[in-house]
């Protein structure tokens, strides 16, 4: 009993340890710099294909034609969908040229499962239906079940009729125990359905040492490495090790991108489970990577996979936006009761300066105890200028916080009761209808709007140039800020479509903003009609542009 403890004890250590030792951080570095050289890492799987394609169009010999062909569709399989089955499909047409029908059959299963795997159900089904299987050797057979069982499972998996359901899940089991008997234990195939089988039926830690001795047999930096790697996370999210499936999947990852593989299963997992975790940027950027794969790919598969994903974070986005701007207000909430506060503050601080001025204006009146009094009055003097250094001190604190408006109305205040004391009423209605305050207060608050919006879309003047033809580009002014054109569609860009609200913001007419949207919309390229629209998205979504 103690022996069986202790040796629990030493496993649990020993798991316990090796998710210490996992730093995801350190690998997603690695999976990041492994997608910056991803491009890299393409070139080389294209020059290898270059090379064969060169081999293919030199020779002559039809069997050599059919294995240079094979081996184009073996490198083009994971990284480009149409060009591996044009491959395969000269594969059937080379072997039924020589009379080989044995394996012209096994590439019309394997093209049918390669179908499978990339969403191309029907075209699965027409492969299948032309192969006799009558005819077939242990080897066609095996490749036929392979693929009957996998359409069958795709087919349950998608349908939404619980009768066609269970009639898809049952052939699936059937050519399951027929392909289990034929397939060899070293295959792939075996492997993964056997993993699976463990996993369904709750036998984790089986299906793990089962793992161990499959990644033992793959070598690494291998596409079988991937493949081992992505089952081996399938099994530590069946036990709930959150650490060890991450890690996994990310490995999985890192290897298909060295590889120049475009068609990503495991990044679209990891994206997953980022997503789940709340990591949304970093989510983001690999489903928007994985989404760039599917493209080049080319299988709708993985477009289906990652069309949802991508819904699914842009309204996770959406209410993280929302959330903020709710933090927003109430900031501006607090600033503005803070604001409020500090005035009131000011208001009593001139209220106690007033009464201190009266006292010493007394003090300086009377003529009894003339020594006496200029004792207490020095003295009241200095207690007066300390309390009066201890409170502006504080009131500065506060007025930090305050915008320049604050200042502005203590100056009004100030000139205002100098003018009503002199009775110089022509200088207060000059002030009243000071258009040159106006323009000022104008000018600071497109400065401020000006900075703001650079700062949120640093690169709008040149992505809304490029919107727009040579002789109708925009530019900003000397002084660096925006001119009045840039500002409208900037406002647009902001969400604000109404001429009258933008020109109630600007100062303009509401006709003179309608020419300015015409005169600038009459310079787009393209369809003018919908410039306006393409202002709205800019700065949206940058990364779809691949897609």
């Not at 990284?79 to 591996?84: C, D, L, N, R």
């Not at 463990?198 to 793959?218: C, F, P, S, V």
């Not at 080319?298 to 996770?316: I, N």
Request: aromatic letters at 10%; proline letters at 1%; charged letters at 25%.
């Amino acid at each position: 009993m103690t022996r069986i403890l202790t040796i629990i004890i030493a496993v649990m250590a020993t798991l316990t340890t090796s998710a210490a030792n996992i730093d995801m951080e350190k690998e997603y570095a690695r999976l990041d710099d492994a997608i910056a050289r991803s491009a890299q890492y393409i070139a080389q799987r294209q020059q290898k294909i270059k090379v064969l394609e060169r081999q293919l169009k030199a020779t002559k010999n039809v069997h050599r034609q059919y294995q240079l062909c094979y081996d184009l569709y073996l490198l083009y399989n994971p990284y480009i969908h149409s060009q591996a089955c044009a491959y395969l499909n000269r594969c059937i047409s080379l072997a039924e040229k020589e009379g080989r029908r044995q394996e012209a059959n096994h590439c019309r299963a394997m093209l049918a499962k390669y179908f499978i795997s990339s969403g191309f159900y029907d075209e699965a089904r027409i492969c299948l239906q032309e192969i006799d299987t009558t005819t077939l050797d242990r080897r066609g057979r095996t490749l036929y079940d392979v693929a009957r069982y996998a359409l069958n499972g795709e087919l349950a998996f998608y349908t939404t009729l619980p009768v066609m359901k269970r009639h898809y899940e049952a052939l699936q089991k059937k050519y399951e125990k027929s392909m289990m008997t034929l397939v060899r234990k070293d295959d792939d195939i075996y492997r993964e359905t056997y993993q699976n089988q463990l996993i369904a039926h709750g036998k984790t830690q089986e299906a793990l040492r089962y793992n161990d001795r499959w990644m033992k047999q793959t070598a690494p930096n291998s596409h079988g490495y991937a493949l081992v790697a992505l089952y081996r996370y399938l099994a530590y999210k069946a036990l709930g090790d959150t650490t060890k499936m991450m890690y996994w999947v990310t490995q999985s990852v890192i290897n298909d991108i060295q590889l120049g593989v475009t068609d990503q299963g495991s990044i679209w997992e990891l994206a997953n489970q980022l997503m789940l975790n709340g990591d949304l940027k970093r989510a983001y950027r690999y489903i928007s990577f994985a989404s760039a794969c599917a493209n080049t790919f080319g299988a709708r598969q993985r477009k289906w996979q990652v069309a949802p994903l991508m819904a699914s974070l842009a309204g996770q986005y959406k209410s993280a936006s929302e959330q903020s701007q709710r933090r927003l207000m109430a900031s501006l909430c607090a600033l503005s009761v803070l604001c409020i506060f500090v005035i009131i503050l000011l208001l009593m601080t001139m209220k106690q300066r007033n009464h201190i001025r009266r006292t010493r204006n007394l003090l300086y009146l009377s003529n009894a105890n003339m020594q006496e009094s200029n004792a207490r009055l020095a003295d009241s003097n200095i207690r007066l200028a300390d309390s009066n250094r201890v409170k502006e001190e504080y009131i500065g604190r506060f007025l930090e916080l305050c915008s320049l408006y604050v200042n502005r109305i203590d100056k009004i205040k100030k000139r205002t009761a100098r003018y009503l004391k002199s009775k110089q009423y022509a200088e207060l209605e000059r002030i009243l209808h000071n258009k040159e305050s106006d323009d000022e207060d104008a000018s600071e608050l497109y400065k401020s709007f000006d900075s703001a919006f650079i700062h949120l879309f640093p690169h709008f003047v040149d992505d809304i140039n490029a919107l727009l033809r040579p002789e109708a580009q925009l530019s900003v002014e000397k002084d660096g800020q925006l001119s009045t054109s840039i500002r409208i569609f900037a406002l647009i860009r902001l969400g604000i479509n109404d001429s009258s609200k933008i020109a109630e913001f600007l100062h303009y007419s509401v006709n003179t903003i309608y020419n300015y949207r015409a005169r600038v919309k009459k310079g787009a390229i393209g369809d003018k009609d919908d410039f306006e629209e393409k202002v709205k998205m800019i700065g949206i979504n940058v990364k779809n542009a691949t897609n």
